[in-house]
């Protein structure tokens, strides 16, 4: 077995998590197949490496991304429940949703050097920005096995709901309190666009577009809420997305 080789980087100033991730990546250097993200004290199921090596062993000359479904465990690992499968996995979603949980992430080199050749300076996160990215360039790979086990803390950054009634009323008080999530998509799109506008098809543009318009143009949001393709995993999510778009709320 070979010695594990771990560099400490000591900051400047304070980046914030999404920042810092990407600020790892950079450092982390070419000449690797895959990259992943580590954060917190998650549980790596012993498989997990191997897995997302395996699944992207076609893509490592491609710009790819894999990430897995989770195991949300309490402190001690006791078992809680399992993320939701996802039913589409589209840039249609990927600019109104998050799916894809950073500390099960894996990236081919590709995908690596594809990312940090256009930092963005205003995004959400950074397991999000990368869904974004390689949604619209390139593979996404995902993954029904639970590759970690996820541990729900009072104080995480992000964390997860995991029943019925808390997830009800984390969305009733984002739409209520404007918090970061579905709020900032048109943001998002903004950023996402001015780092990749000349690598975008007509379609990717012409999507990107209706939602940076509809923000800008109250007479655009009609056309966004009623005919636009963005859709979000719950259908009570898609719904409550088109209420937003329509209140200018995004």
């Not at 790892?24 to 997990?48: P, V």
């Not at 399992?82 to 998050?98: D, F, G, K, M, Q």
Request: proline share 2%.
């Amino acid at each position: 077995m070979s010695a594990l080789s771990i560099e400490i980087l000591e900051a400047s100033q304070r980046l914030g998590p999404a920042l810092s991730f990407f600020e790892l990546l950079k450092h982390a250097g070419d000449g690797f197949d895959c990259y992943f993200f580590a954060d917190q004290d998650d549980y790596w199921h012993e498989s997990k490496i191997a897995r997302a090596v395996d699944k992207l062993s076609s893509e490592k000359e491609n710009v790819g991304v894999y990430f897995s479904r989770l195991e949300y465990v309490d402190e001690t690992l006791a078992h809680i429940g399992y993320s939701r499968i996802p039913r589409v996995i589209a840039l249609e979603n990927a600019l109104v949703e998050n799916i894809a949980t950073g500390c099960t992430i894996a990236l081919t080199g590709p995908a690596r050097q594809l990312l940090l050749k256009n930092s963005p300076s205003r995004f959400s996160m950074h397991d999000w920005w990368c869904y974004i990215v390689v949604v619209a360039f390139g593979k996404v790979i995902y993954d029904t096995f639970p590759s970690i086990k996820y541990r729900q803390h009072t104080n995480n950054t992000i964390g997860v709901a995991t029943n019925t009634f808390q997830n009800f009323w984390r969305r009733l008080r984002r739409f209520i309190r404007r918090d970061v999530g579905i709020y900032s998509v048109a943001m998002q799109a903004t950023e996402f666009k001015r780092c990749f506008s000349d690598l975008l098809n007509v379609k990717q543009l012409k999507l990107v577009n209706s939602m940076t318009d509809g923000k800008a143009h109250i007479a655009n949001r009609i056309p966004l809420v009623f005919v636009s393709k963005f859709v979000r995993q719950r259908w009570a999510d898609s719904l409550m997305l088109r209420i937003l778009f329509l209140m200018g709320r995004f």
